[in-house]
């Protein structure tokens, strides 16, 4: 039975329950604190915030404020030991190491460029960067000294990621069109998919591990043609070829993606206004909601609130908002092979309902709608543009300066 006009014309949309003001620039990376009661947030305000959640504070810890250049990446550590920024702005990169408990803070050399991505070994002895220079490297927390690298890749590398046992190393291309993996001991690439393509779109979403470092998840983009790495793919980490159904249903790029710590849900962000939640091990579309713009997002550890960014015009707020109960019961119901009482209805990939014969439809619940902000003329984040940066005039994105006087 196809969908009724009335099932088509369905959208949902986010409310918020919190929403966290003070930067004043788009905000490009949200990090929680593994206890889910802070929040780091990095902005190009040339700030770094720290958020209290605790109910009755839900305001900026003012005294944690770091003040830096362009802060692109924010991570905190597992045992919660250490803050990590990353970013800067033309010739000056900047990675930033400070330790919670003494404040001390160790600045990073080596990178030429600015840092666009990081991640802390799941020990937290380790720390990965990736930076427009298009190389990885990594780092020794306790000493401030580089470990490994660095690793040459072929492009501006857009995410990184360690596998659990911290023994190797995924990197993904700024353009989402090029995912290696390299050997962290003997510091040698070990498998390449995809190819340098000079004039395309950016997709700076993370990838992350599964299914016990055997597979790598990651928004990709197999189409030359095609500028949006639009769909999600799980890859073989040893071939790098993709295993099992994609994740297909967004229309734009992917430019946020986050995975439950238990493996069980999946959230992703696009440029085409959706914010879309999924149960991980089936590939089914569990919700579709209308998010304006959204940048990045993250889920919180314990999966109940999830958090996001976005980037219409003056609009420089997170939003965090609590994870539908009957999402969270169908994707833990599906991981366990167990019947759900929640979204038994399948979902078009644009997140209408789609019938079943045999199946009685259940309403879905969620909050009364309520949009972000408005803005008369919603535009892409400013990157304030250097000599050595600047917006491509097809793309809305980035290239140095190198790659501007081909292009020309």
């Known amino acids: 039975m196809a969908p009724t006009q009335k099932e088509a014309a369905m959208k949902l949309i986010m409310t918020p329950s919190i929403t966290l003001k003070g930067h004043g620039n788009w905000i490009g990376c949200i990090s929680y604190f593994p206890d889910g009661q802070r929040m780091i947030s990095g902005s190009r305000d040339k700030t770094a915030r720290q958020w209290d959640l605790k ?92 470990v490994a690298g660095p690793f040459k890749s072929i492009d501006w590398v857009g995410a990184i990621r360690f596998s659990t046992d911290s023994k190797k190393l995924a990197v993904k291309s700024w353009a989402g069109k090029c995912l290696e993996v390299w050997d962290v001991q003997s510091q040698k690439l070990e498998e390449r998919k995809g190819e340098y393509i000079s004039d395309t779109g950016f997709s700076s979403a993370p990838i992350f591990w599964t299914n016990k470092n055997n597979n790598i998840l990651a928004s990709f983009n197999f189409n030359t ?17 993709t295993v ?24 992703s962000a696009s440029r085409d206004h959706t914010i879309k939640l999924w149960a991980f091990e089936s590939r089914q579309l569990l919700v579709s909601f209308d998010v304006q713009h959204p940048i990045t997002l993250i889920l919180s550890p314990d999966s109940r609130t999830l958090a996001y960014s976005t980037y219409t015009g003056d609009d420089y707020k997170i939003y965090i908002c609590n994870t539908p109960p009957n999402v969270l019961t169908r994707s833990s119901a599906i991981a366990h092979k167990k019947p759900a009482r929640a979204f038994s209805d399948p979902l078009n990939p644009d997140g209408t309902r789609r019938s079943v014969a045999g199946c009685r439809k259940r309403p879905i619940h969620v909050i009364p709608a309520v949009h972000p902000p408005p803005t008369k003329d919603p535009q892409q984040p400013s990157f304030r543009p250097s000599k050595r940066f600047r917006l491509s005039p097809r793309m809305d994105t980035l290239w140095p300066a190198s790659v501007n006087s081909l292009i020309s």
């Open 225 to 241: 043609e095609d500028d949006h790495a639009k769909t999600i793919y799980e890859f073989d980490a040893l071939t790098l070829e």
């Open 55 to 146: 109910a009755g504070n839900l305001k900026e810890i003012e005294a944690a404020r770091d003040v830096c250049d362009e802060v692109w990446a924010v991570a905190v550590s597992r045992d919660s030991r250490w803050i990590v920024t990353g970013g800067g702005d033309y010739e000056r990169p900047e990675l930033k190491a400070s330790e919670v408990e003494t404040g001390i803070v160790k600045k990073l050399q080596g990178h030429s460029e600015a840092i666009n991505c990081i991640d802390i070994s799941e020990d937290s002895t380790l720390l990965a960067s990736g930076s427009f220079d298009k190389t990885a490297r990594i780092w020794n927390l306790d000493t401030g000294k580089l």
């Open 244 to 267: 099992g159904t994609p994740f297909k249903g967004h229309t734009k790029h992917v430019s946020g993606l986050a995975l439950s710590f238990d493996g069980v849900l999946l959230a």
